[in-house]
Nanobody
Framework: QVQLVESGGGLVQAGGSLRLSCAAA????????MAWFRQAPGQEREFVAA????????NTADSVKDRFTISRDNAKNTVYLQMNNLKPEDTAVYYC?????????????????WGQGIQVTVSS
């Protein structure tokens, strides 16, 4: 059982930055691959970024690779998504997800635990 709570979302202007945090409660945090997904209105949920349990390996979607960075601090049981140079098309609900020893290329259906989601809105 893993509980995930996102924070750090909000409203920003295009070109601005936000850092999302995902606090995890549960055992063996470092054995879980962690990821961020997002879902815009009327769109399918899409992969954003994932990080391996140790933090040594990451995978980031091409659409955000130049602007977003995923990281984790296992001592704090927390995963982060640093979002820079935000664009209106980044507007979405962002979800934190966890899966036991998944590859960072795993799809959304492989993740077992999900946060409630947090709104990110980027104005033009």
């Amino acid at each position: 059982q893993v509980q995930l709570v996102e924070s750090g979302g909000g409203l920003v202007q295009a070109g601005g930055s936000l850092r999302l945090s995902c606090a995890a409660a549960g055992r063996s945090f470092s054995s879980y691959t962690m990821a961020w997904f997002r879902q815009a209105p009327g769109q399918e949920r899409e992969f954003v970024a994932a990080v391996s349990g140790s933090g040594a390996t990451t995978n980031t979607a091409d659409s955000v690779k130049d602007r977003f960075t995923i990281s984790r601090d296992n001592a704090k049981n927390t995963v982060y998504l640093q979002m820079n140079n935000l664009k209106p098309e980044d507007t979405a609900v962002y979800y934190c997800a966890a899966g036991w020893r998944l590859l960072v290329t795993a799809p959304s259906t492989s993740y077992n635990y999900w946060g409630q989601g947090i709104q990110v809105t980027v104005s033009s």
